[in-house]
């Protein structure tokens, strides 16, 4: 089982609508949790951050964290085709990242 | 403010030459860590280093791979004798300070060193 679990995609949304993306993580003793967006050919830049159970917003951003099921999202409203990108999940426990493969996200106009 | 620095951003290396890789973390910030991103994978760990000391490279191959975070100047990840399957982007990131939840323990990415090896 991978560490760090997401759908590669790609995932397809309409501009305007809301995109979902989710993640799991195999080790209970994470504690922080992070929504990175990586543009080809670039750096991973930073999106949120979340380490409490429940939502947390930022503008068109909302993370979820629930750490009883080990699992963490990243929803996306009013979705641009600037939004169009790989979303990288990480997490921490012992002092490094540990990244899911990424899933690619494909706005629609 | 400036971000984490990279350099070179492409470098090309034959078989067997040696890459040398820099990063300056950002202003404020004393934990360094290099990732390496193979193309179309994921970014893997390799190491984490706080200034002259190697706290984790449980993530850096046994062979050929070094690296250091010197008192002063950046810090370097060094190749030595490259072969092909060493050719990926290094990312570097830095961080403030260690901590256990939250913002602090928060990375932040270079540009990355794109390497190819001929």
């Given at each position: 089982?991978?560490?760090?679990?997401?759908?590669?995609?790609?995932?397809?949304?309409?501009e305007?609508?809301?995109?979902?993306?989710?993640?799991?993580?195999?080790?209970?003793?994470?504690?922080?949790?992070?929504?990175?967006?990586?543009?080809?050919?670039?750096?991973?830049?930073?999106?949120?951050?979340?380490?409490?159970?429940?939502?947390?917003?930022?503008?068109?951003?909302?993370?979820?964290?629930?750490?009883?099921?080990?699992?963490?999202?990243?929803?996306?409203?009013?979705?641009?085709?600037?939004?169009?990108?790989?979303?990288?999940?990480?997490?921490?426990?012992?002092?490094?990242?540990?990244?899911?493969?990424?899933?690619?996200?494909?706005?629609?106009? | 403010?400036a971000?984490?620095?990279?350099?070179?951003?492409?470098?090309?290396?034959?078989?067997?030459q040696?890459?040398?890789?820099?990063?300056?973390?950002?202003?404020?910030?004393?934990?360094?860590?290099?990732?390496?991103?193979?193309?179309?994978?994921?970014?893997?760990?390799?190491?984490?280093?706080?200034?002259?000391?190697?706290?984790?490279?449980?993530?850096?191959?046994?062979?050929?791979?070094?690296?250091?975070?010197?008192?002063?100047?950046?810090?370097?990840?060094?190749?030595?004798?490259?072969?092909?399957?060493?050719?990926?982007?290094?990312f570097?990131?830095?961080?403030?300070?260690?901590?256990t939840?939250?913002?602090?323990?928060?990375?932040?990415?270079?540009?990355?060193?794109?390497?190819?090896?001929?």
């Amino acid at each position: 089982q991978k560490e760090v679990e997401q759908n590669s995609g790609p995932l397809s949304v309409p501009e305007g609508a809301i995109a979902s993306l989710n993640c799991t993580y195999s080790d209970r003793g994470s504690q922080s949790f992070f929504w990175y967006r990586q543009y080809s050919g670039k750096s991973p830049e930073l999106i949120m951050f979340i380490y409490s159970n429940g939502d947390k917003e930022d503008g068109r951003f909302t993370a979820q964290l629930n750490k009883a099921s080990q699992y963490v999202s990243l929803l996306i409203r009013d979705s641009q085709p600037s939004d169009s990108a790989t979303y990288l999940c990480a997490v921490t426990g012992n002092e490094k990242l540990t990244f899911g493969t990424g899933t690619r996200l494909t706005i629609i106009p | 403010n400036a971000g984490v620095m990279q350099n070179p951003r492409h470098l090309v290396r034959r078989r067997g030459q040696e890459a040398r890789l820099r990063c300056s973390p950002m202003k404020g910030h004393s934990h360094v860590y290099w990732y390496r991103q193979l193309p179309e994978e994921g970014l893997k760990f390799m190491v984490y280093l706080q200034k002259e000391n190697i706290i984790d490279e449980s993530g850096m191959p046994k062979e050929r791979f070094s690296a250091e975070f010197p008192k002063e100047g950046p810090s370097i990840l060094r190749i030595q004798q490259v072969v092909r399957g060493d050719s990926a982007a290094y990312f570097c990131a830095s961080s403030p300070r260690l901590g256990t939840s939250g913002s602090t323990d928060t990375q932040y990415f270079g540009p990355g060193t794109r390497l190819t090896v001929l």
